[in-house]
């Protein structure tokens, strides 16, 4: 998930005093309450973790790469524990001059471009298949989690004004048709099925997939007709909106399972953390999870975005997120790989906030079951 267009909005927001806010209705008393920590509606998952892969720019993530992202073990605690329950394999362009989603590279991705992504995804010995591993090894250690790890992975958004995607059944589809855009989207689920089926990951399960446009200006047209293909195979249908999204106040009616808002609140130090308020604020309005979000500026710029990292956790917890929401975790694409391998005391600290806070949110799961 590229953070540019939160970014900019953010920026908007601090320059254009309350607009933001007034968009997103945040200053509104909060009266509903958030996507659940874990329910139906997110196939269980309470804490889902970005994992960039694709581009060629991407890590290709082998078991090691992934091994801190499903377990850890505190220097206080001899039990290792299980981590994140969720996996979204997210990406947005291939850094070859195609994209999935608008504004990110010079063209939109064609067919082939799409196909090899999902190729990318389900690599031998890498990004899912590694995981599978890792998670073997893991539970021959201690012991396999009370619930199975799943994954979400990523569905390009079919560019509204394409017209060299390619052919489907020997008919050249055009983009301004929304049937053609949706028949692109029905085309690629079908692949990433089969993939899955020749994978045959033995300790993961496919949860279902994700919108990556991070918002629906272009895409009210078709999302409710995609959603109903993926509800049709038993998936469920994810999006992390942008701060001010269009669309994000309406994700049940576009026809998204579970949507998770971003605050957008690290990358830009003028703003104050009161964003973070303001966010769980809109995310209870609208029965949202929220979105962790740092990168590794919290470690090589730590005194300007360390403690804005702390703002999330700190902010999430007053708002009781901690204890009530689903949560998608935005790392920068490997942070918190860099974090736990570093040998700077600072940097694995952070990592270990981080690893316990989902760590205490798994807990309180099985705590329940």
């Given at each position: 998930?590229?953070?540019?267009?939160?970014?900019?909005?953010?920026l908007?927001?601090?320059?254009?005093?309350?607009?933001?806010?007034?968009?997103?209705?945040?200053?509104?008393?909060?009266?509903?309450?958030?996507?659940?920590?874990?329910?139906?509606r997110?196939?269980?998952?309470?804490d889902?973790?970005?994992?960039?892969?694709?581009?060629?720019?991407?890590?290709?993530?082998t078991?090691?790469?992934?091994?801190?992202?499903?377990?850890?073990?505190?220097?206080?605690?001899?039990?290792?524990?299980?981590?994140?329950?969720?996996?979204?394999?997210?990406?947005?362009?291939?850094?070859?001059?195609?994209?999935?989603?608008?504004?990110?590279?010079?063209?939109p991705?064609?067919?082939?471009?799409?196909?090899?992504?999902?190729e990318?995804?389900f690599?031998?010995?890498?990004?899912?298949?590694?995981?599978?591993?890792?998670?073997?090894?893991?539970?021959?250690?201690?012991?396999?989690?009370?619930?199975?790890?799943q994954?979400?992975?990523?569905?390009?958004?079919?560019?509204?004004?394409?017209?060299?995607?390619?052919?489907?059944?020997?008919?050249?589809?055009?983009?301004?048709?929304?049937?053609?855009?949706?028949?692109?989207?029905?085309?690629?689920?079908?692949?990433?099925?089969?993939?899955?089926?020749?994978?045959?990951?033995?300790?993961?399960?496919?949860?279902?997939?994700?919108?990556?446009?991070e918002?629906?200006?272009?895409?009210?047209?078709?999302l409710?007709?995609?959603?109903?293909?993926?509800?049709a195979?038993?998936?469920?249908?994810?999006?992390?909106?942008?701060?001010?999204?269009a669309?994000?106040?309406?994700?049940?009616?576009l026809?998204?399972?579970?949507?998770?808002?971003?605050?957008?609140?690290?990358?830009?130090?003028?703003?104050?953390?009161?964003?973070?308020?303001?966010?769980?604020?809109?995310?209870r309005?609208?029965?949202?999870?929220?979105?962790?979000?740092?990168?590794?500026?919290?470690?090589q710029?730590?005194?300007?975005?360390?403690?804005?990292?702390?703002?999330?956790?700190q902010?999430?917890e007053?708002?009781?997120?901690?204890?009530?929401?689903?949560?998608?975790?935005?790392e920068?694409?490997?942070?918190?790989?860099?974090?736990?391998?570093?040998?700077?005391?600072?940097?694995?600290?952070?990592?270990?906030?981080?690893?316990?806070?989902?760590?205490?949110r798994?807990?309180?799961?099985e705590?329940?079951?």
């Amino acid at each position: 998930m590229a953070r540019l267009r939160g970014l900019i909005f953010g920026l908007m927001s601090v320059l254009i005093v309350g607009w933001g806010d007034s968009v997103s209705g945040a200053t509104a008393p909060a009266s509903g309450a958030y996507l659940p920590l874990s329910s139906p509606r997110t196939a269980g998952i309470a804490d889902l973790v970005l994992i960039y892969q694709g581009g060629t720019h991407r890590r290709a993530w082998t078991p090691d790469e992934l091994a801190p992202y499903v377990s850890f073990k505190a220097p206080d605690n001899p039990r290792e524990q299980w981590l994140f329950d969720g996996f979204l394999f997210i990406e947005f362009k291939d850094n070859r001059g195609r994209e999935y989603a608008r504004g990110y590279q010079q063209k939109p991705g064609r067919k082939e471009d799409w196909l090899w992504l999902i190729e990318r995804h389900f690599e031998k010995g890498h990004a899912i298949d590694a995981l599978d591993q890792v998670v073997a090894r893991t539970a021959e250690r201690i012991g396999a989690p009370l619930r199975r790890r799943q994954v979400v992975l990523t569905l390009p958004e079919p560019i509204h004004d394409q017209r060299d995607w390619g052919e489907l059944d020997g008919r050249p589809l055009d983009f301004a048709n929304p049937d053609d855009r949706i028949a692109a989207c029905a085309w690629h689920i079908r692949i990433a099925l089969a993939r899955w089926e020749t994978l045959a990951p033995r300790h993961l399960d496919l949860a279902g997939f994700y919108w990556v446009a991070e918002h629906s200006a272009h895409g009210n047209a078709i999302l409710p007709r995609v959603a109903a293909d993926i509800h049709a195979i038993g998936k469920r249908f994810y999006w992390i909106p942008y701060w001010a999204a269009a669309g994000a106040a309406n994700w049940q009616k576009l026809g998204f399972d579970a949507a998770y808002q971003q605050p957008n609140h690290f990358f830009n130090p003028e703003i104050p953390d009161q964003r973070i308020d303001l966010a769980c604020a809109f995310a209870r309005t609208n029965g949202m999870g929220l979105e962790f979000e740092c990168d590794w500026r919290a470690v090589q710029s730590a005194d300007v975005f360390r403690p804005r990292l702390h703002a999330y956790l700190q902010g999430f917890e007053r708002n009781g997120v901690q204890t009530q929401a689903a949560m998608a975790y935005y790392e920068g694409g490997g942070a918190l790989l860099r974090m736990a391998q570093s040998d700077d005391p600072e940097a694995w600290a952070l990592y270990q906030a981080v690893a316990r806070w989902v760590a205490s949110r798994q807990q309180r799961i099985e705590t329940r079951r």
